[in-house]
């Protein structure tokens, strides 16, 4: 495995020469230049994993080193020495976007610490780059649809908010896109070229949240066997998409509201704060200011983070987008094969369904009937019973015939039943909501056979098969 790289740029030759013996010795590459003009000019040809730099020196010094790596590629972090009478530019330097600083009479054991912990930033951060790139890859494709009144009014509060710093609390029910908006708002803040980091406060058991959030020193649990940033590191730069947050337990709520109100993260385990810069979007889909009266959500918390309320209407209440939807997944799973559509009946199901699971469940039921359909035209066969027929409107299918009598239209909708499970009495009788008896008994009254089969009412009930069975 090839070995990390160290440039380590100081004015003083002792010092280059005291760092490369204590760093090589670690097992690391280390490259020693003795000015800041020539360490920018080293960034720039090879590539580096850390950079330590004294802060003083004559010409370009330490903060110039510094900004001009972060221009160059802000992924490298660059560690900061300093002589103890000047702690406080040290400091400065950490606001600047420093990883840590060093004292110049620091013992070799915490200078190889920070190296450490600066390479395992670095791992971190380019893995976060990596998915960000891989997300922003995806995010093009992933335009939001919608032009009802609703949705309408959603992309202008993006729009006025998006380039702002303030918190934003989105809040909407499962599968209203909460998580889409926020992406989208990060892509189109002036944060976009930083992270888009995500926790879900609901998935993660209570004690790794917290080391998730705030990163942990070594020792603080254990399994905690080094050092670790936290999401709020990861993020910085960035936004920082607080998932779920209704989920959070209120002890973890106190340590948040406290990061949010100091800006800065104090790690499980350690005394020390780190400073945060990260723009906080928030979600939930339990109605906060409910949790907040039940006592499950601290008031204080709620008020930093909703500051700019963002509210995700259900699919049901913007149906003018169902056709709009099923246009963009219709094209989208295409992949620039054939197009399918969507027959008048099949449409007209999709817009009378309740969607409880919003857009994610109107991309599932596409994704299926894509699947299931084979000539290129999906049909209500291809859609779900419950979205097919409806719960309470099973007689809905044959309204169109307003001559017929009950009875003709009952047998009309027991024959469609049949065809679509394919004969299968027994999921007929389910997706009817009668039993097996009472079928059987219509079947005889009304003289319904399988076409072209001999079949009679004989092996009813003995089948069980089942072939043809399309719902989930
Ligand atoms: N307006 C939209 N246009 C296109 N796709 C959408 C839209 N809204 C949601 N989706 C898609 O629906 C799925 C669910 O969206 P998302 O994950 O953002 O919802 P959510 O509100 O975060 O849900 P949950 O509360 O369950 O986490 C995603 O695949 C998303 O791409
Ligand atoms: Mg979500």
């Excluded at 000019?41 to 900004?67: A, N, R, T």
């Excluded at 779920?244 to 990061?259: C, D, F, I, N, S």
């Excluded at 008896?437 to 009254?445: F, Q, V």
Aim: charged content about 30%; proline content about 4%.
């Amino acid at each position: 495995m090839a070995s990390e790289k160290i440039l380590v740029v100081d004015d003083e030759q002792s010092m280059t020469q005291f760092l490369g013996i204590v760093l090589r010795k670690e097992g690391f590459q280390v490259t020693t230049v003795n000015s800041g003009k020539e360490a920018l000019e080293k960034v720039k040809s090879e590539s580096f994993d850390v950079v330590i730099s004294d802060i003083k020196m004559p010409g370009v010094d330490g903060i110039q080193v510094l900004q001009g790596i972060k221009k160059h590629d802000p992924s490298i972090p660059v560690v900061l020495m300093t002589a103890y009478a000047s702690q406080q530019s040290a400091i400065d330097s950490v606001n600047l976007g420093a990883f840590q600083y060093l004292l110049k009479n620091a013992k070799n054991d915490e200078i190889k610490l920070v190296v450490r912990n600066a390479i395992e930033m670095r791992r971190v951060r380019s893995e976060n780059q990596f998915l960000k790139r891989e997300l922003k890859k995806g995010h093009d494709e992933k335009t939001i649809i919608g032009s009802s009144e609703e949705m309408t009014r959603v992309f202008k509060m993006v729009d006025k908010v998006a380039d702002s710093e303030a918190t934003i609390l989105i809040q909407g029910d499962s599968g209203t896109g909460k998580e889409l908006i926020a992406k989208e708002i990060h892509y189109r803040s002036r944060r976009a070229g930083g992270p888009f980091v995500t926790i879900n406060c609901g998935a993660i058991p209570r004690d790794l949240l917290e080391s998730n959030l705030f990163g942990h020193e070594k020792g603080s649990f254990t399994g905690a066997v080094k050092d670790s940033p936290g999401l709020f590191q990861v993020a910085e730069g960035g936004t920082f998409f607080l998932d779920e947050v209704g989920e959070m337990p209120l002890a973890t709520q106190v340590k948040l509201l406290r990061a949010l109100q100091e800006r800065e993260v104090i790690p499980v385990g350690g005394t020390k704060p780190i400073k945060i810069d990260c723009r906080l979007v928030a979600a939930t889909n339990v109605d906060l200011e409910r949790e907040v009266a039940e006592g499950r959500f601290r008031a204080d918390l709620f008020f930093r983070l909703n500051v700019i309320p963002l509210r995700m209407p259900p699919l049901r209440q913007r149906r003018d987008d169902i056709p709009l939807l099923v246009d963009h997944f219709l094209k989208r799973n295409a992949r620039g094969g054939p197009l399918k559509l969507v027959s008048k009946e099949a449409m007209e199901a999709l817009m009378k369904y309740d969607w409880p699971g919003n857009v994610r469940e109107l991309e599932n039921v596409m994704e299926r009937a894509m699947i299931l359909d084979e000539g290129g035209n999906i049909t209500p066969e291809d859609l779900p019973d419950k979205i097919r027929f409806g719960h309470s409107q099973k007689g809905s299918l044959i309204i169109d015939s307003p001559n017929m009598t009950l009875e003709e239209l009952e047998k009309e909708y027991i024959l469609k039943v049949l065809n679509y499970t394919r004969w299968q009495k027994k999921r007929s009788s389910e997706v009817l909501g009668i039993n097996a008896s009472t079928l059987y008994r219509k079947l005889i009254a009304y003289g319904i056979e399988k076409p072209g089969g001999s079949r009679d009412g004989q092996d009813f009930g003995d089948d069980i098969s089942d072939e043809g069975e399309r719902a989930a």
